[in-house]
């Protein structure tokens, strides 16, 4: 399946990331926990709800910015490697190495979204400076890069607008480093010594016009936000290049010999079975060597190839591969089940994200709504599996193992009945002589903490014991779907160009020497075919403009380039 919107990464990247900081920032400001002028980036992500809010966003920014830095090295690797026939080199390196630090960066952005610097400061600094210095450093070396590499994959006033917002990025990263530890506008006394700074207002610096740190701390949270902000600007910019390229999701392929032993468990059922069940008589042969099955069809190919899959499908993609590609099941009820149970997975994953981000001492509601989401969403989706996998046959999953998960599916079900009914309803708390419920005492710490003396104690018990089966028993049942997925493996995105961006890309240099075209992996024949150029005729007399002689060397020299509909890793 071919993802065309390859841009929407970087544009998600910076739209996150800026509303982490601005809703962060109005909501603090509106709380009175920081001055509207000027406060850190980070003071927005230090008090709930706020805090939950920008950690949230912000993880989604960490990683579509490593989906980003992913693609933006494999635009490297399509467009000079595989499309104009350089071989691998120094480029090729030092490419994978910005890969790498622009990963480093997006965990240090995540970092800085789950450490809050009131309560975790030393990590939550690291994280900044893993996030601030990596990103610099990954979008200079994409400058450098794209200036060195001919043909240009990268416009040059593409690249002299990048060039601009990283310099005043790295100008911003020093001084907001310089006003941050040596406090150099810090106003002196008499003495000429520094005053000793007040303490913190809930863990954030915040000071009025008045103070003597007041004009340091403004330029260095000035500093911050230009920073972080010309960052993402050159980040954003990426999705021009992107415009121009489409992937095909991820394959997913099934071992032949994890196939040739389900399709033996059912050889010798009657023709009529084997048909109705969607395996073919000749495939089975095919893998089994079995000659039982010889002469009841002849018109099915086995399909060893994956038309489409994405890795994040993984147990979607696992029935389409192995009953639809594989087995030569027609697409019906099975793949629509199959689908509305990976999308219930996908919500239920959101609303474990939704519990991890939203604490429950802070904003209880949405994380109530969260851990609702994610219990019912995964118990949902592993009794939609086991029926699933009961229903068709041949059994991609051994009858042993789908017994295992319905036991642990059960526990889990009853687990969560009996918690929501002790949440709610409290049918184990003891009542007064009266038959009325004693009032509850209020929470320590926002937490719920009681002791056995407490008519509360049973029923919290009872509550919290259920809440923890049901939890490990979900994590049991989907551990044990790596059972099947060792019998896989997936190939890796592909990403592949539009042949009228490489046209365009080749016409740019159709006029330099034949030297130059030749250092660049570009052959005068091929440039000019995909040109249509006639400049290049004259720069070297042993080039003849005849079209049908340019037209065998084109293909001669092409043969191992992609057409259309081909894609590379």
Known sequence: MPVHALWMFPVLTFVFGVLAFIIGYIIAVS????????SYISDGGTHPPESCIFG???????????????????QYVVFYEHHLGQKRGWWRTVSSILMFIGFFAAFGMSMVANFQETSVGTVHFIGAMIGFFGSTIYVWGQIILSFAMLPRMTPLWLNGFRFVFT?????????????EQAEP??????????????????GIKKYNPSSPFYVNHIITTVAEWVLALALEVVLLSYAFELRQFFAHMPKLQLLESFLATSVRSVVTETPQNLKRNGITMVMARTLTGSAKVADTSS???PRTQIDVAVSVYLRHRQYVVFY??????????WRTVSSILMFIGFFAAFGMSMVANFQETSVGTVHFIGAMIGFFGSTIYVWGQIILSFAMLPRMTPLWLNGFRFVFTVIATVALILHMICEQAEPFVNTGSNGIK???SPLNGGIKKYNPSSPFYVNHIITTVAEWVLALALEIVLLSYAFELRQFF?????????ESFLATSVRSVVTETPQNLKRNGISMVMARTLTGSAKVADTSSNYIPRTQIDDKIYETESRNLPRRNEYYY
């Open 56 to 74: 949230q966003l912000l993880n989604l920014s960490a990683a579509c910015l490593a989906v980003s830095v992913y693609l933006r090295h494999r």
């Open 299 to 301: 018109n099915y190919i």
């Open 438 to 440: 004693p009032t509850e």
């Open 167 to 179: 310099v005043i990025a790295t100008v911003a990263l020093i001084l907001h480093m310089i006003c």
């Open 490 to 498: 997936a190939h890796m995105p592909k990403l592949q160009l539009l």
């Open 31 to 38: 709380n009175g926990y920081e001055n509207a002028w000027f």
């Open 324 to 333: 639809e590609h594989h087995l030569g099941q027609k697409r019906g009820w």
């Open 185 to 202: 506008f810090v106003i002196t006394d008499s003495n000429g010594i520094k005053p000793t700074e007040s303490p913190l207002n809930g």
